[in-house]
């Protein structure tokens, strides 16, 4: 067929020159949701492929949604992008018109077929969104809104069309040609051509398309469905990985069956793709049969990888499986509702990590990952709900309130109903609207019919943000026990007034002198205050409440160290005794950030807390993987949630003195753990990672209390490795010692590893990560060595994340930290802009930082909005920041 051709317009270049972008970009709106005005029911896409010149042909069938506004323009979105040629119906048109980037056309019926073709260079793409060369292959990453930089199409997630894909390209540099669905035919072309025909049999938004093309080997099993299907699994890598790709292609078995087993959900497919790709904004992507993931979330050996990323590997190889379901199959409306897929299949991952290893310190994990990364994000500046309302920038909003806050929301829901009746619900919700894109209320009201809830109230978890303040205060009234709470939702922007909540608390009681309770029970509080009455109590009990974390909330209560002592000691539940622990250190490091502990009260304060911590090294009934956990203090960011206006160094400085304090005075033990742990051998059984676990545990704490001995024990753990975890552990000690075995190690190590971008990423990271005092001039020479680039995300983030987390050098009161980070968003906004503003919210939190700091972070800000030709990404995040 003949499609005109426009010669004015730039053929060969993925980046067109583009308008400089607006430094006021439009806001969206979830009120302002209208359906479609044409559906794409299928579309061919022909794909002649090169990594620098790539010609995409897209042939729509487009139909007038009866449910739509009924104009005659259809209006196909683009990105940086230009049509080549445009044709209806098989002829060739000249009267559209480009409207910023989207094409729109004129159409006279009501079904049409609509053919454009375009033209790219992936080699050009840093942004890595649309279809880009990676490593010398060509792959695509589409959501949210990247299919509009590859062809002109209505990129929103409730158009869902079938996919045919045809690609060719030359053999020697592209012998893998993998697309979704099936392959259905392929062949031999002319001069060492090759091409490709893949079919998606099952309807999906464009933000699920995928395309990868590259020298690619595959680790291969089969797996037998729960209703009989064989599937063909394979996990694809570069030549030379294949060694590292088992435990990947194994956790997608566990996934596959656990979700038969668990949520009774069955692929739908004969064939499921993994790859792997160095170059990736985020961790993975769910495109339908065929994931593309970060290699880092991929490849895993014990000599590379530690236990840490064996763990990742698995949970995130079963959060893109489980998307097959909750995402895919049941897709979104429009992108406010993100949660109800990211949500749910957080929380569907974390259950089966939790099945997969130990629940309780899954637990523990999670509520870290929560309080560190969310509760900062929910008290700031960019607070927003699980549901957000409005957005500059779609990309901004994969935040951890949408997916880990989001994760929790759902978790309550089934903590109300239990297991089994929460399962009816979730059977409700993908028998309803299986093959659509839903909504977050559909969700919620499956889960209301299903479980057989009333969560009229619980709705207002999906529109308002911040964390809610629960206040509990005991009293004893004769035998009765009563429990008064009151919650309070802070203020968030756009929000200044919160209504109450219902929040699920599990509670004990527990009797002080038998160190046992008589069972749990949930409470769910509804009302701003409430009390609760326990009878049976001849003295006060210990009250044990939020029990495994119940609700996503901060519980205030006055109470006796002894009695989070007590806690700490004997609570039968482990996310509780965890709780306990982390209780009592946090009261105590506020009071003396706060300048509020006499000389005696600090001794007081550590003595509680070496008491629990002693118990903890010396209880033989706790395994070694949760005793890790429980030595594990607060992180300086949940630290910080606990003070309105906080001076961070200063909390940093307390708790490594508090570190340093416990190193000292339980360095026997301490030295008697690592002893024992370095005996177990390598495994990956749970004994032998918990020791692994607690070595470094006890490492951490001897170097905070005596540098200097420390640094030849943990040479000695470096040098005896053979595996990641202990050589890593050793390491990241090393690399915070002022010792010469510091630099003999990290030498040794850049020398060993060379080869292997995600451990040589590890060495980034351990040194801007580290308690080292010369932190930031390690990171400005690092930034210059040879094998630091800005084009790779995992690169960046392995040198410049780790210093935005990393309190003592980020905060430092020179302002360099700060003014690292905001050179780099600066640098890498052109480059990749979505990747940039990842970098912001550590710049945004200035209005709960101590004045002089928070000037020199705003400046920052300042300098960053200023900056010509900013993206949205970075511009929305930063203005909003400063607002
Ligand atoms: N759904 C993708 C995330 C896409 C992010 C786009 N900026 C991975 C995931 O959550 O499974
Ligand atoms: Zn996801």
Avoid at 89 to 94: Q, Y
Wanted: glycine residues 6%.
């Amino acid at each position: 067929m003949d499609i005109a051709s426009r010669p004015s317009q730039p053929e060969d270049t993925q980046v067109a020159d583009a308008a400089p972008p607006p430094q006021t970009p439009a806001v969206i709106r979830r009120e302002d949701y209208q359906p479609p005005a044409w559906l794409v029911p299928e579309i061919a896409l022909d794909f002649a492929l090169g990594l620098d010149a790539t010609r995409v042909v897209a042939k729509l069938s487009v139909q007038r949604n009866p449910a739509g506004n009924g104009t005659s323009t259809l209006r196909l979105n683009g990105d940086q992008i230009v049509p080549v040629a445009v044709a209806v119906d098989g002829e060739a048109v000249n009267d559209w018109r480009l409207d910023g980037d989207d094409l729109l056309v004129e159409l006279s019926g009501d079904a049409h077929e609509i053919t454009v073709e375009t033209a790219l260079n992936p080699a050009a793409n840093s942004q890595l969104m649309g279809l880009y060369a990676s490593n010398g292959m060509l792959c695509t990453q589409c959501e949210a809104e990247g299919f509009r930089r590859i062809t002109f199409f209505p990129d929103r997630p409730d158009v869902l069309s079938t996919y045919s894909v045809r690609m060719s390209g030359d053999k020697a540099t592209f012998p893998i040609l993998l697309a979704n669905g099936n392959c259905t035919a392929s062949g031999e072309g002319e001069d060492g051509m090759h091409w490709a025909e893949w079919h998606d049999p099952w309807p999906k938004p464009s933000y699920l398309f995928a395309l990868v093309a590259g020298d690619l080997i595959a680790n291969h099993t089969t797996f037998q469905t729960m209703g009989g299907r064989t599937v063909d699994l394979n996990v694809w890598v570069r030549p030379g990985d294949e060694g590292r790709t088992d435990h990947a292609l194994e956790s997608l078995v566990n996934s596959l069956k656990w979700d038969e087993e668990t949520f009774g959900r069955e692929y739908d497919l004969d064939l499921f793709n993994i790859v792997a790709v160095s170059d990736f904004n985020m961790g993975a992507m769910e495109n339908k049969g065929l994931n593309v993931f970060n290699t880092r979330y991929v490849l895993a050996d014990p000599d590379t990888a530690t236990d840490g990323d064996y763990d990742a590997v698995e949970g995130v190889i079963g959060h893109e499986y489980f998307h097959n379901w909750s995402g895919n199959r049941v897709t979104c409306r429009d992108w406010f509702q993100l949660s109800l897929k990211e949500g749910f299949t957080v929380l569907r991952d974390q259950l089966f990590s939790a099945d997969m290893g130990s629940e309780a310190v899954k637990r523990i994990e999670d509520v870290r990952i929560l309080r560190s990364a969310q509760f900062p994000e929910d008290s700031g500046p960019l607070a927003h709900p699980i549901r957000p309302d409005s957005y500059q920038e779609i990309s901004n909003f994969y935040t951890a309130t949408v997916y880990n806050k989001g994760a929790e929301v759902i978790r309550m829901m089934r903590t109300m109903a239990g297991a089994e009746r929460f399962r009816k619900g979730t059977d409700l919700y993908f028998e309803r609207h299986d093959g659509e894109a839903a909504t977050c209320e559909d969700f919620v009201k499956a889960i209301e019919d299903g479980a057989g809830l009333d969560l009229t109230q619980f709705r207002l978890w999906y529109s308002q943000a911040g964390t809610p303040q629960v206040r509990v205060e005991q009293v004893q009234n004769g035998t009765e026990t009563v429990l008064t709470l009151t919650q309070a939702v802070p203020a968030t922007p756009g929000q200044p007034e919160k209504q109450p909540m219902p929040i699920p608390l599990r509670v004990a009681l527990f009797d002080r002198a038998t160190g046992t309770h008589s069972g749990e029970q949930l409470i769910v509080l509804t009302k701003a205050e409430d009390s609760f009455a326990f009878a049976g109590f001849k003295t006060a009990p210990v009250v044990s409440i939020n029990r495994g974390y119940s609700a996503p909330v901060a519980i205030e209560m006055d109470r006796d160290p002894a009695d989070l002592v007590f806690l700490a000691a004997h609570d039968d539940d482990s996310f509780a005794r965890y709780e306990a622990m982390q209780s009592l250190v946090v009261r105590h490091l506020v009071a003396a950030v706060d300048g509020a502990l006499s000389d005696e009260a600090r001794e007081a304060g550590q003595q509680a807390i070496g008491q629990a911590f002693a118990a903890v090294l010396a209880d033989e009934a706790l395994d070694d993987l949760m005793r890790g956990e429980l030595m594990i203090l607060p992180s300086v960011a949940y630290l910080a949630e606990q003070i309105l206006v906080s001076d961070p160094s200063a909390i940093h400085a307390e708790r490594e003195a508090l570190k340093a304090w416990l190193g000292r005075t339980c360095a026997e033990a301490l030295a008697a753990m690592h002893d024992r742990a370095s005996a177990v051998p390598y495994s990956r059984e749970a004994a032998a990672r918990g020791a692994r676990k607690v070595k470094t545990q006890a490492l951490v704490y001897l170097a905070a209390g005596q540098p200097q001995q420390t640094a030849a024990r943990a040479m000695a753990q470096y040098r005896a490795a053979d595996n990641m975890t202990d050589r890593q552990g050793a390491l990241m000690v090393l690399a915070g010692l002022d010792a010469p075995e510091r630099e003999e190690a990290l030498a040794d190590f850049y020398a060993r590893y060379a080869d292997n971008a995600l451990v040589v990423d590890k060495w980034f990271s351990l040194q801007a990560g580290s308690l080292h005092p010369r932190v930031l001039d390690h990171v400005r020479e690092l930034a210059k060595h040879p094998a630091f680039t800005m084009g790779n995300p995992n690169r960046v983030r392995a040198l410049y994340m780790a210093l935005a987390v990393n309190p003592g050098a980020f905060h430092d009161a020179s302002g360099e930290g700060y003014r690292t980070i905001g050179d780099l968003i600066r640098r890498l906004d052109p480059v990749n802009p979505q990747t940039a503003a990842r970098f912001v919210p550590a710049l945004g939190r200035w209005r709960r930082i101590e004045p002089v700091r928070a000037a020199l972070m705003r400046e920052e800000l300042e300098k960053i909005v200023a900056q010509a030709g900013l993206s949205r990404d970075v511009f929305e995040q930063a203005s909003k920041s400063l607002g």
